[in-house]
């Protein structure tokens, strides 16, 4: 019977032997067995056999056993084996074994000093003659970089550094300064340009330049590099020694030319594209199709540059990091001067003054470059000085910082005499042409790439830097405290035109879920402004997270900002106005990034948004009879003065107050006629005046409107399903967040999505009233509102050319039909219709008949169906979106008067 279980697996006494455990050792055995296999490594290394490769492969097995023990010792409480290490200092043959050894004894080695450096009790990184081991092996094995213990070695590195961050009397054991010794050198007696690049001083901390060389690299062995000079960084605060050492060291040269070096392998062409493979659904259901590459060009969705653009970012925000980390104001200083000079004059602003419109996407790559750097670092010091220079502000920063120590002096004095230097070679410099300049150059590019390139940059500008926009990209007015505010009664008529426009273009769907949308993407982009602070007095704000660590002069660009509006004349402002008059015919990508600049011009506390969005105040006018009760008013208040003066009655005065308020809420409901209309608002009705154009030479254009909706809705739908199907979903290429411009679940704000979210509140004012929006005009209005996919990515394009999708019900004819672009004879201001018995006095035009075809004329240009009919669906959110922001500025901002 045991003879057949045996056979056929069965449990018996042979099984039950083979299962059994082995007793654990005690710390006695084993120290013994820990003694026997570092006898066998000393005696395999001592005395080798040539030409025998097992040689190598016995010296990893001894020292893999070492480590084990070393490990299971860690789980009891007593530490014989390293009580060993610690007398016979094994590490100094550890470190010779490891120097000559195979790359799988060195990972061995490396696993094995990582233990004794984690040890506590024994403190090995104290020992002077430890560290000088340790760094010889690192140095060697350096030499011998290998991928098979490359990550290894750099955590050994950041467990270094990372004790030198905790333990800060460890730090002499690796640090010392040897600038007396023979062969070190003396920085008085270094000139200029020698004092500004920095001495290299590898022997007096070697921890510090092995991990330089890590800090460009990808993945863990980058993030474990930069992670561990950053604790060097941090801990040169507790030392003078070292701080000395860092600033006169060619730390920052070489970090400000490791930037560069990943800077210059961004292609210096760039053609902005999306994944043909899936590209978002409002841009297959419009003209668009991939920019051709020039000769010499990248494109956006290549690997390679998403690689490269992925390394540079990751290194940027190293050098964001470390700003931030360390606490000393010369190592900050001495970065920030390098900044400057190597990368900012000599890299950045050179290829943004060889960038031309004329090449193939020069432009196009620098105006995203200086974009996403703008868009991905936050640290005020670092942005003040980008802006402060690209923009050729007046350089504040001397003033406001001077140097704190001798050494951060002498590199300042070796910084103007390099600039010197440049200056006589009669290189161009901001001053003479500088990003505005730039900018305003690009907006009347005839290439759309640039031209949506130009307003992505734009808009991060004004949404996170605004006051850096004052006197550079805007030109401004400041704006009285005594001005008077737009009154309750022209609010109503304002929002009264907005939501007629948005029934104007579309009368399909309802406009309440769509416009509720948009009053909380404008709430939480008003509320995350960094202006809004002062009004709002928010804590934990991008403003008050900075003022902490920014500089006085950062804090002082916010304290001084004031109330402001722009003028008319404005160039950036009319540049605007033209390319929102050729709405129709921009790219979808273009109209995206043009409404997203209009918003973001308004959403600023300090800027008034009356004369160029809004309607001016002072053009006001209103009825005689209107006129005539005010001064009746105003005569009855001065004769309840005298009443109150002869008869001194609280209850009279409490009348005299009542009425008082109510003629002053009165006249502030009353609905103003208006004189001039604002240019932003004058474009749009002249793009609603188009669509009635349009409608009258496309007779069925509101039912492929409806069936455009339809296919927005199915895309939504379907990607919907996809999101919460439990199916793997499919592999999709690759694709940087910071290059796309239409992002997921939001048509108009492709730069929202970075935005916090809004907060679940009522929006109110300082006033302590709520700005109503007419009761007539919310519920029942049958105006369409745009699903929430045509704001966001496609599922699939595969799914969009099925037969069974409802893209190709309509998608056939609208893609084939071409349009000749319309354009207005004259301006013509639409105003919502009057109530039933009454005219329409004084208007703007004068005139009672909407606009016909005759009153446009047929340009050269001309586009498809499918792309008018999206680009309409783009302006009705817009104006939508456009309704939702004064909406929630007058209530947030207070910006009515109600009296």
């Known amino acids: 019977m045991d003879f057949w279980n045996r056979l056929i697996g069965g449990s018996g006494s042979t099984s039950s032997t083979v299962n059994k455990q082995p007793p654990p050792m005690s710390p006695p055995q084993r120290l013994a067995k820990f003694k026997r296999h570092w006898q066998s490594l000393l005696h395999s290394w001592r005395n080798p056999r040539e030409f025998d490769p097992s040689s190598q492969d016995q010296l990893r097995s001894h020292i893999k056993r070492l480590n084990e023990l070393l490990a299971e010792e860690e789980k009891s409480s007593s530490p014989l084996c390293m009580n060993f290490c610690y007398e016979q200092q094994v590490f100094i043959a550890l470190s010779k074994i490891g120097q000559t050894g195979s790359p799988g004894v060195i990972k061995e080695c490396i696993a094995a000093f990582s233990t004794l450096i984690d040890n506590e009790d024994e403190e090995f990184s104290a020992q ?12 060697k094995t350096s030499q011998k970089s290998h991928r098979s213990f490359e990550g290894e070695y750099v955590e050994l590195l950041f467990s270094i550094a990372q004790k030198i961050r905790l333990s800060r009397n460890i730090l002499p054991a690796w640090f010392t300064t040897r600038a007396d010794d023979e062969g070190g050198r003396d920085y008085e007696s270094l000139g200029p340009q020698q004092k500004f690049a920095g001495i290299t001083n590898k022997d007096d901390f070697p921890l510090f330049y092995l991990l330089i060389d890590y800090v460009h690299h990808e993945g863990r062995v980058g993030d474990f590099a930069r992670t561990g000079l950053l604790y060097i960084i941090e801990a040169a605060s507790s030392s003078g020694d070292l701080e000395k050492w860092i600033v006169e060291s060619d730390l920052a040269t070489l970090m400000a030319s490791g930037l560069g070096a990943l800077y210059s392998q961004l292609g210096r062409k760039l053609a902005v594209n999306y994944p043909t493979a899936d590209p978002p659904t409002i841009l297959v259901l419009s003209d668009y199709s991939s920019c051709p590459l020039a000769f010499g060009a990248e494109s956006s969705t290549s690997e390679d540059f998403q690689t490269h653009l992925e390394t540079f970012l990751s290194y940027l925000i190293f050098w964001q990091d470390v700003l931030e980390h360390c606490r000393s104001a010369e190592v900050k200083q001495t970065l920030l001067d390098h900044f400057q000079v190597l990368f900012l004059q000599q890299l950045l602003y050179p290829s943004l003054l060889e960038s031309s419109d004329l ?9 995203t470059y200086v974009r996403v750097v703008l868009d991905t670092l936050e640290h005020p010091d ?32 070796s910084l103007d005499l390099l600039n010197k230097v440049t200056e006589m070679d009669d290189k161009p410099s901001p001053d003479l042409f500088n990003l505005v300049d730039l900018v305003l150059t690009s907006l009347k590019s005839k290439s759309q790439q640039t031209v949506s390139a130009t307003l992505k940059l734009i808009s991060t500008i004004l949404r996170k830097h605004h006051p850096y926009t004052i006197s550079t990209l805007l030109k401004v007015v400041p704006v009285p405290a005594d001005t008077r505010s737009r009154t309750v009664g022209a609010h109503n008529k304002e929002m009264e035109l907005f939501f007629s426009l948005v029934g104007d273009i579309s009368e399909d769907g309802d406009v309440s879920e769509g416009y509720g949308e948009h009053l909380k993407d404008i709430l939480g982009l008003l509320e995350s402004h960094p202006c809004s602070m002062r009004v709002l007095g928010l804590k934990n704000s991008v403003f008050t997270r900075g003022a902490e660590d920014a500089t006085e002069l950062e804090n002082q660009k916010f304290r001084d900002m004031y109330t402001h509006t722009i003028l008319p004349n404005d160039p950036l402002l009319r540049s605007i106005v033209d390319l929102l008059e050729n709405f129709f015919s921009n790219t979808v990508e273009t109209n995206l990034t043009l409404t997203a600049v209009i918003v973001d011009l308004a959403t600023c506390s300090f800027m008034r948004p009356e004369g160029w969005l809004l309607f001016d105040p002072t053009s006001y006018e209103f009825d005689n009879s209107d006129d005539d009760g005010d001064e009746w008013d105003q005569l009855e208040d001065a004769e309840s003065e005298l009443t109150h003066i002869m ?31 604002p240019p932003i608002l004058q474009a749009v009705e002249g793009l609603v005046s188009q669509v009635q154009a349009y409608r009258r030479v496309i007779p069925d254009l509101d039912d492929k409107l409806s069936e455009r909706r339809r296919a927005f809705q199915f895309a939504d739908e379907l990607n919907d399903a996809l999101l919460s199907s439990p199916l793997p979903q499919p592999t999709l290429p690759i694709r940087n967040p910071v290059l796309d411009s239409i992002s997921a679940k939001n048509l108009m704000r492709p730069s929202s999505a970075h935005a916090p979210a809004p907060r679940s509140r009522q929006p109110s004012g300082g006033s302590g009233h709520s700005t109503p929006i007419p009761s007539s005009l919310m519920p029942n209005r049958s105006i369409m509102s745009t699903p929430s996919s045509a704001r966001g990515l496609s599922p699939s394009a595969d799914f969009a050319r099925s037969p069974e999708s409802p893209f190709n019900h309509h998608m056939l004819e609208t893609t084939q039909r071409r349009i000749k672009v319309l354009q207005p004879g004259q301006a013509i201001l639409h105003l919502p219709p009057p109530p039933e018995g009454e005219s329409r006095e004084g208007s703007v035009t004068g005139t009672e008949t909407s606009p016909a075809a005759e009153d446009f004329v047929k340009v050269g240009e001309d586009f498809t169906l499918s792309h008018l009919l999206t680009n309409i669906m783009v302006l009705q959110e817009f104006v939508l979106e456009l309704g939702a922001l004064v909406q929630v500025r007058a209530s947030l901002f207070g910006d009515l008067r109600f009296a």
């Open 128 to 139: 002077e003659n430890f560290s000088q081991c340790l760094i010889k092996f690192l140095r």
């Open 359 to 367: 090449d193939g996407g020069s432009s196009v790559a620098v105006l």
């Open 382 to 413: 670092i942005i003040h000085l980008i802006l402060s220079y690209l923009m050729a502000l007046p350089d504040e920063t001397k003033a406001a910082s001077a140097p704190s120590s001798p050494s951060v002096a002498k590199r300042r004095r």
């Open 647 to 677: 008869e001194d009655s609280d209850e009279q005065a409490y009348r005299r107050r009542e009425k008082k308020r109510a003629n002053d809420l009165k006249w502030a409901n009353r609905q103003p006629r208006w004189a001039n209309a």
